[in-house]
T-cell receptor, first 118, second 113 residues
Framework: DAGVIQSPRHEVTEMGQEVTLRCKPI?????LFWYRQTMMRGLELLIY????????DSGMPEDRFSAKMPNASFSTLKIQPSEPRDSAVYFC????????????????FGDGTRLSIL | ELKVEQNPLFLSMQEGKNYTIYCNYS?????LYWYRQDPGKSLESLFV?????AVKQEGRLMASLDTKARLSTLHITAAVHDLSATYFC?????????????FGTGTRLQVTL
């Protein structure tokens, strides 16, 4: 079975440019998560969708970051304008949330996008 | 704010030895997850612990959860080189947003010959 698919795997761009990261969750999963991983701050949850609806975006660092999930099989994370401090590995994860209490299923992670802003 | 702390942060151990990684968290939770990450790779789910006293084992790894002490352990038995990786615990608090994981700092394990 295909896992979580992210693209691109690597992105190098100049400060001020718009960056769009893409994610295809595992088919049948109804929850999708965007994380950022850096040496200094570790793994941070940026935003979390359930049934395509954003539930918690308290981790989005600032207005330059936005995320969408137009359908159950696709999500984007956009940074505009990008800054050098946005350089990190961005992971997308998905899981099956059953019931209203959060469910017990682990989150399945994609391979990540390694983003470098020069 | 939920805090999840792991220790040690770095562990170098010889093949064949046993050791334990600790994960402490600061709020009430009945759900704790362990993940493994190889350098430059994704995170792989290892264990899901859902109740006080839960114990799961897979090969040389065994994880346990004590919700009263807010502590989980990952025990490594007779380590082998293939276990070298970074191990993360992650917690979902009983209150707040369902499924919102907070990750620990990670423990980088290096198994030497």
């Amino acid at each position: 079975d295909a896992g979580v698919i992210q693209s691109p795997r690597h992105e190098v761009t100049e400060m001020g440019q718009e960056v769009t990261l893409r994610c295809k969750p595992i088919s049948g999963h109804n929850s999708l998560f965007w994380y950022r991983q850096t040496m200094m701050r570790g793994l941070e949850l940026l935003i979390y969708f359930n049934n395509n609806v954003p539930i918690d975006d308290s981790g989005m660092p600032e207005d330059r970051f936005s995320a969408k999930m137009p359908n159950a099989s696709f999500s984007t994370l956009k940074i505009q304008p990008s800054e050098p401090r946005d350089s990190a590995v961005y992971f997308c994860a998905s899981s099956l949330l059953v019931g209203g209490t959060g469910g017990n299923q682990p989150q399945h992670f994609g391979d990540g996008t390694r983003l470098s802003i020069l | 704010e939920l805090k999840v702390e792991q220790n040690p942060l770095f562990l170098s151990m010889q093949e064949g030895k046993n050791y334990t990684i600790y994960c402490n968290y600061s709020t009430t939770s009945d759900r704790l997850y362990w993940y493994r990450q190889d350098p430059g790779k994704s995170l792989e789910s290892l264990f899901v612990l859902l109740s006080n006293g839960a114990v799961k084992q897979e090969g040389r790894l065994m994880a346990s959860l004590d919700t009263k002490a807010r502590l989980s352990t990952l025990h490594i038995t007779a380590a082998v080189h293939d276990l070298s990786a970074t191990y993360f615990c992650a917690v979902v608090p009983n209150t707040g947003t369902a499924s919102k994981l907070t990750f620990g700092t990670g423990t980088r394990l290096q198994v030497t010959l």
